[in-house]
């Protein structure tokens, strides 16, 4: 038997409790988890509360992420012993997730743990980080970091923002930060922001072409800011989009795509494949500063998840939201 957060279905909405539950009933997989600790993502509040289509099918374990301690193997990449991560690929959403003491899983979405990272430490950064490192690298990969000029960062107060902020600039990048909490400006030039906007310069509808302003970005926001992020590109510029905070849609203009040249670079971390996962790892484990983030993340245990989903959503977290899924 082990513990973990289950959501069901009544009368149509969810309900969350913590329960104890058998193993036999866990997904299937042929790695067992004993979970260390898992976080609580903006995309595990919406399945918890229900305000969001994130889980597929109930009873569900949410949970998008975890690291732990592989107690069983059937892979022949891990043994008992191992300390492993892992991010997306459903957990949560089509299987059982990482908000329980126990996770069965198939090898192939785990990744082994740097050396130099905790498991704690691990979801201090979690899939926020994960993320971020993914759209720094594939901005770095087509070449428009190289380019001298701004890299703007939208939702720079979320997890994947911050994270971004914190990597560009420790690569020496000049990082604009653009922010719905203005309030939140000394944070952000912490994390290494040179310069912080509102966000309402880049959310409301915009121009096909508006004047040349960043030579890179990441996205986090979608629709009309990521449009006028496209927008505001210099030539030849990128923007890495990972996230939807906006909306989904796109109200954008083919123009800066043909006439500066400019990409629009999709970034995955759900499903990413193996070679960038552990790209992404090894980078956070030697750029990301983590023991500063360790300090300012919160350790809630399991039966505080709920209540946590709620406040999240409420814009009242900041910060990470560490879960110690054995107390």
């Known amino acids: 038997m082990f513990n973990a957060l289950l959501l069901d279905k009544q009368d149509d909405r969810t309900v969350a409790a913590i329960q104890s539950i058998d193993e036999s009933r866990l997904s299937e997989g042929d790695v067992l988890v004993r979970i260390e600790y898992s976080t609580v993502n903006y995309k595990d509040a919406l399945a918890i509360t229900g305000k969001g289509p994130v889980v597929r099918k109930f009873p ?32 949560g959403e089509t299987h059982w997730g990482g908000l329980a003491q126990l996770a069965r899983v198939p090898g192939g979405h785990l990744i082994p743990l740097p050396d130099g990272l905790t498991t704690r430490q691990a979801m201090a950064v979690g899939t926020a980080g994960y993320t971020a490192m993914l759209c720094v690298q594939a901005l770095e990969r087509h070449g428009a970091l190289a380019t001298d000029g701004d890299v703007l960062v939208t939702g720079a107060n979320g997890g994947v923002g911050s994270f971004a902020i914190a990597i560009l600039a420790k690569r020496g990048h000049r990082v604009v930060a653009s922010t719905g909490r203005m309030s939140e400006e000394a944070r952000l030039r912490e994390l290494g922001a040179a310069d912080v906007i509102d966000r309402a310069t880049l959310s409301a509808p915009g121009k096909p072409l508006a004047k040349e302003r960043w030579a890179a970005a990441v996205d986090c926001v979608g629709s009309h ?20 905070a906006q909306g989904m849609d796109l109200p954008a203009s083919v123009a800066p795509f043909i006439l500066r040249g400019v990409t629009l670079l999709g970034v995955d971390s759900v499903y ?32 505080d998840v709920v209540e946590i989903a709620g406040r999240l959503l409420g814009g009242e977290i900041k910060g990470r939201v560490i879960v110690d899924v054995n107390r």
Do not use: Q
Request: net charge negative; charged share 20%; proline share 5%.
């Open 60 to 91: 569900m374990v949410p949970g998008i992420d975890f690291a732990g301690v592989v107690e069983e193997s059937g892979h022949a990449d891990y043994k008992p012993g191992d300390r492993v991560v892992l991010n997306g690929w459903g957990a």
């Open 225 to 244: 800011t990521l449009a006028n992020v496209c927008a505001s590109l210099r030539y030849g510029g990128a923007v890495a989009a990972c996230g939807l």
């Open 272 to 303: 990413a494949p193996r070679e960038k996962r552990l790209a992404a790892w090894r980078g956070i484990a030697s750029e990301v500063p983590v023991d500063t983030i360790d300090a300012v993340a919160e350790d809630v245990a399991l039966g």
